[in-house]
C-alpha cells in the first residue's frame, strides 16, 4: 500500500514543477517586482505542503494556488502599509529619541502581528480597542470622542478582545 | 482557525496556545470587560477565577488575552496609534490629527518607555529648528545648531567638548588657570584644539569640518593624530576617515547660520532640501526629477515653511505636504496649454 504522505509529497512536487512558474508570473504581474513575486511564490507551495492533505481532492489546481496567493497578497499589501505608516511615524521621533534598530524591529514585529489580529475588526471598533488598550482611555473617553453611546463602547472592546483571543499567536 | 500566515513573525518562538471556540472568546472577552472596568469587586474576580478553572478552554482563552496585552504593552502608545490607526483605515483628517498629537504628546510619551539610556545623556543638545547657546564655566560661549549634542568635560588638564552630532560655534577664550589648558573639540575622526580662537564644526556623514574666524586651531585625525594641521582665521578643513584635508580658504558663509541664515549659491536643489530639512522635524526631500534644479538665495531657517511656500515662485516646482512632517519638492506640471 502507498505511503499516503510520500504520494501527497509527490503531489506537491507535481503541482511545483506544473504550476511554479505560471503563478511567479501571475504574481509578478500584480505585484510589479519580480523579487516580491517569487517570495510570495514560495510562501504559497509553503501553505501547500502545509496542507497537503487537502491536493487529494483538487480539480482546478490554479484556482486553488490563486486562492492562496490571493490570501498571502492580501497580506503583503496589509504588512507593507503597516511598514510605510511606521517609517513615516518613526520620522517624526526626534532622533534622541528614537528607538534602537533592535527596538525598531521588535516594534514593526509587534505590529504587524497586532495588526493582523485586528483585521477583521470593523473601523470604529478598531480605533475604540486602540484607543483603550493603547492610550489608556476610559470607555467613558471613547465614547465621548467616537461620539457613541457607552454601550456602543462596551460591544466593540468586547469585539476587539474576542477577535485578538481568536486571532492571537 | 489559526491565521499565522506570517512565516517570520516575532510570535514564533513563543509556544503555541490552543485554538479555542468563538463561544469561549466571547465569554472570556466579556470578563476582561468586566474586570476592566474599575468598578469590578471582589466577587466578579472569583466568579471570574471559577470560570477559568471550569474548562481547559477556558484557561486557554484567558492566556491567550493575556498574551495579546503582552504584545500590546511593547508599543509605545502614539507609535502605535500612528501606524495601527493609519491613514488609509481611516479619512485623512483623522490621520492627521493622530500624527499630530504624536508630536505633542511625543517627547514625555517616548521617554517613557525608552530603555537604553545611553544617547540621552547628552549634556547639551537642541532641536530640528532650534539655536542654543551654552556658556562654559571658563567664560567661552558654544552655539548649537540645530538638531546636535554636545558633552562638556572640563577637567583640571584640559578643557574637552565632546560633539556628538551636528554643528556648534565656539567662542573660546584663554584659560584663566595657573597652568593654561588646552581646550579641544573632540569628534569620531579626530580633535581640533585650540586656544583662544572662533570656530565652527559641523560633523556630517563621514566628514567634519571645521574652519575659523579668529585665532588658530589645530586638528589631530584620529587616522593620524601624530601629523596635526594647523589653521588660521580665514581657512577651513576637514577631518576625514584618511585624515585631516589641506587647509583652504574658509567659505564665507560658513557661520551664516549663528544668525539664522542658509545661504546658496547655485545650489542643487537636493542638497538645499537636505540642508532645510535639517531645519524641520520630520523629512524633506526631493524628487529626482527636480534635482537637476539650483537654487539661489539667503533663506531664513526660522520659517522653512514660509521658504517652502515661497519656492514656486522662484523655481518650476511644486511643495506637496502629505503631512507636515513628509514633504517633497517635486516638478510642476507643465501648464495646460
Not at chain 1, 501553505?47 to 484556482?63: N, S
Not at chain 2, 545623556?121 to 554636545?150: I, K, Q
Request: aromatic content about 6%; glycine content about 6%; charged content about 25%.
Amino acid at each position: 500500500m502507498p505511503n499516503p504522505a510520500v504520494a501527497a509529497s509527490d503531489n506537491v512536487h507535481l503541482l511545483y514543477r506544473a504550476h511554479h512558474g505560471w503563478l511567479h508570473g501571475w504574481l509578478r504581474a500584480k505585484l510589479g517586482n519580480s523579487f516580491d513575486a517569487a517570495d510570495l511564490a514560495q510562501d504559497t507551495f509553503v501553505r501547500v505542503l502545509r496542507h497537503r492533505h487537502e491536493l487529494d481532492a483538487l480539480r482546478e489546481p490554479r484556482a486553488y494556488l490563486t486562492t492562496i496567493a490571493k490570501r498571502l497578497l492580501l497580506n503583503h499589501h496589509r504588512r507593507r502599509s503597516v511598514e510605510q505608516a511606521y517609517l513615516e511615524a518613526l520620522a517624526l521621533v526626534p532622533e534622541a529619541m528614537a528607538p534602537s534598530a533592535e527596538q525598531r524591529l521588535i516594534i514593526l514585529e509587534t505590529l504587524l502581528e497586532i495588526d493582523e489580529m485586528l483585521a477583521g475588526l470593523s473601523l470604529p471598533a478598531r480605533q475604540a480597542f486602540l484607543m483603550a488598550q493603547l492610550e489608556g482611555l476610559s470607555h467613558g473617553e471613547i465614547a465621548a470622542r467616537l461620539n457613541v453611546s457607552l454601550r456602543t463602547v462596551h460591544r466593540y472592546i468586547a469585539k476587539g478582545y474576542e477577535q485578538c483571543i481568536m486571532a492571537s499567536i | 482557525m489559526h491565521h499565522g500566515v506570517d512565516l517570520r513573525g516575532a510570535g514564533e518562538a513563543m509556544p503555541e496556545l490552543p485554538p479555542v471556540e468563538r463561544s469561549v472568546a466571547r465569554e472570556a472577552a466579556r470578563w476582561l470587560l468586566r474586570l476592566g472596568s474599575g468598578r469590578a469587586t471582589d466577587a466578579d474576580l472569583r466568579a471570574c477565577e471559577r470560570w477559568r478553572a471550569s474548562k481547559a478552554e477556558h484557561e486557554h482563552a484567558w492566556q491567550r488575552a493575556q498574551r495579546v496585552n503582552e504584545r500590546f504593552g511593547l508599543i509605545p502608545a502614539a507609535l502605535g496609534m500612528a501606524t495601527l490607526n493609519r491613514p488609509e483605515l481611516n479619512s485623512r483628517r483623522a490621520a492627521l490629527k493622530t500624527l499630530i498629537a504624536l508630536v505633542v504628546a511625543g517627547p514625555a510619551a517616548w521617554a517613557a518607555w525608552r530603555v537604553d539610556p545611553l544617547d540621552w545623556t547628552a549634556d547639551y543638545r537642541s532641536a530640528p529648528g532650534e539655536r542654543r547657546e551654552v556658556a562654559l564655566a571658563d567664560g567661552s560661549t558654544l552655539l548649537l545648531n540645530t538638531a546636535s549634542a554636545v558633552d562638556v568635560m572640563f577637567g583640571s588638564t584640559v578643557r574637552l567638548l565632546r560633539l556628538r552630532a551636528g554643528e556648534i560655534a565656539v567662542h573660546a577664550v584663554a584659560d584663566t588657570a595657573p597652568q593654561p589648558r588646552p581646550f579641544v573639540v573632540r569628534t569620531s575622526l579626530g580633535d581640533i584644539e585650540a586656544q583662544a580662537s572662533r570656530f565652527c564644526v559641523r560633523q556630517e556623514g563621514g566628514l567634519c569640518r571645521v574652519s575659523v574666524q579668529e585665532g588658530r586651531v589645530r586638528l589631530s585625525s584620529a587616522a593620524h593624530p601624530r601629523s596635526p594641521v594647523s589653521l588660521a582665521a580665514g581657512e577651513q578643513s576637514s577631518l576625514m576617515d584618511e585624515g585631516a584635508s589641506a587647509p583652504s580658504a574658509a567659505d564665507p558663509h560658513a557661520s551664516d547660520w549663528q544668525r539664522g541664515v542658509l545661504y546658496a549659491n547655485r545650489m542643487p536643489l537636493t542638497a538645499f532640501a537636505t540642508e532645510l530639512g535639517r531645519y524641520r522635524p520630520g523629512i524633506l526631500r526631493c524628487d529626482p526629477e527636480a534635482a537637476h534644479l539650483r537654487i539661489s538665495g539667503a533663506f531664513q531657517v526660522r520659517d522653512t515653511d514660509a521658504v517652502l511656500a515661497a519656492l514656486p515662485a522662484t523655481l518650476p516646482v511644486q511643495v506637496r505636504y502629505r503631512t507636515p512632517y513628509w514633504v517633497t519638492i517635486a516638478l510642476r506640471a507643465p501648464a495646460e496649454a
